[in-house]
């Protein structure tokens, strides 16, 4: 790559320079911005695609389990959040404040349902075990395919453009590590803000921190700050 391999001018041995963590923070960004999700890819740092397909086992094996820790009020039986402890047990019968089973019957298939269709569709893979073996740059890729194609093809949600980030700068915690500081104004609603909202402070811009690592002699990028359903995963993208 050219940012990664770029000469410094008059160098005596010609070596490669080492590009800055905020050279590579910009062109990660510019990169996820015109959705080129290779070079995304070529400037992440391995760990990075590690914690990344470490996120996808971990909820896609928590879509396919029976039972989630605290099913057992019904202040737990909130919308996609807690599931039976057992399949189809039925409920017992001890008061009003009983769970329904139905309905958390219904939350367990839809969470079966999304778990299936992002082992088959998104990953590809037969199992969540299989996608665990999966080489992290095959799932991160995997991953980003399958949400820019079903993005391309959903012309029922409009999504908000967002403006870039832009770099403010960057502070080296050592050798091997670096934290980008980012910023971008935020989009501001047209016409007045309605009553209900009258006292909430409107910020006009947001910060973010992108974590740079070293590998090898270049600086790589822990993802921070790209894509903005990245750290969401697999979040409930099939529906019922």
Do not use: N
């Not at 015109?34 to 070079?39: C, F, H, L, N, S």
């Amino acid at each position: 790559m050219a940012l990664l391999a770029s000469v410094a001018p008059g160098a005596t041995a010609q070596q490669p320079t080492v590009a800055t963590p905020e050279e590579v923070a910009r062109a990660v960004l510019r990169a996820d911005s015109a959705g080129d999700w290779e070079t995304v890819l070529r400037l992440a740092h391995p760990d990075a695609l590690s914690r990344f397909r470490g996120r996808q086992v971990f909820q896609l094996r928590m879509l396919g389990t029976p039972g989630w820790p605290g099913a057992d009020t019904p202040a737990d039986d909130t919308v996609g959040m807690h599931a039976p402890d057992t399949v189809g047990a039925e409920a017992p019968v001890t008061d009003s404040m009983t769970p329904d089973s139905t309905v958390q019957a219904r939350w367990q298939r839809i969470r079966r349902e999304q778990q299936r269709f992002m082992l088959d569709t998104i990953f590809q893979v037969p199992d969540v075990d299989s996608l665990s073996r999966t080489s992290p740059d095959t799932v991160y890729a995997r991953w980003v395919r399958g949400m820019q194609a079903r993005s391309r093809s959903d012309t029922t949600v409009q999504r908000p453009e967002r403006p870039p980030y832009r770099v403010v700068g960057a502070v080296k915690a050592s050798d091997t590590l670096a934290y980008v500081v980012m910023e971008r104004p935020l989009v501001q609603p047209l016409g007045s803000m309605p009553e209900l909202f009258r006292d909430l402070p409107r910020e006009t811009h947001t910060a973010g921190i992108m974590v740079m690592r070293r590998h090898g002699r270049q600086w790589r990028s822990m993802l921070d700050g790209v894509g903005e359903s990245l750290g969401l995963a697999a979040g409930l993208l099939h529906g019922e």
